[in-house]
């Protein structure tokens, strides 16, 4: 079995990629090379292509990347958001920008079931109206 010590070169640079980004290894991505690395690496090597190829492009920049990544993750409540407003504070965000995508998140999930809920009403009113 593979340890994280004793990677193939190319997921030792999928892992040195976190460590770049964070400043160090967290905790839940430091659990997969730990574990998938020996239980089935080319798993591991799809899925860290994956995330390269989406983290890393030519249509965002480092810092946006990782600001949507923070209010995505706020969103859906993951703790890995502390992560990547790290992350982005490394690539240069701002504390403005920061909460301005905390806001963002808050607004959006409200705005959800209020929108929702709108809708159902007006289709209920209009029903009743008809009825």
Do not use: C
């Not at 430091?30 to 798993?43: C, H, L, N, V």
């Not at 965002?60 to 990544?69: A, N, R, Y």
């Amino acid at each position: 079995m593979t340890t994280t010590d004793q990677l193939p070169p190319d997921l030792a640079a999928f892992r040195d990629s976190y460590v770049k980004l964070f400043g160090s290894m967290p905790p839940l991505p430091g659990a997969k090379f730990d574990s998938i690395a020996q239980i089935d690496p080319e798993s591991l090597r799809l899925a860290e292509q994956q995330r390269a190829h989406a983290f890393y492009s030519d249509v965002f920049d480092i810092k946006t990347t990782q600001l949507l990544l923070y209010g995505m993750l706020l969103h859906a409540g993951s703790p890995a958001a502390k992560f990547h407003a790290l992350a982005a504070r490394r690539a240069g965000a701002s504390w403005q920008e920061l909460q301005k995508v905390a806001e963002l998140a808050a607004a959006t999930a409200a705005s959800g079931p209020m929108n929702n809920g709108g809708s159902i009403l007006k289709e209920l009113l209009s029903e009743e109206v008809k009825g």
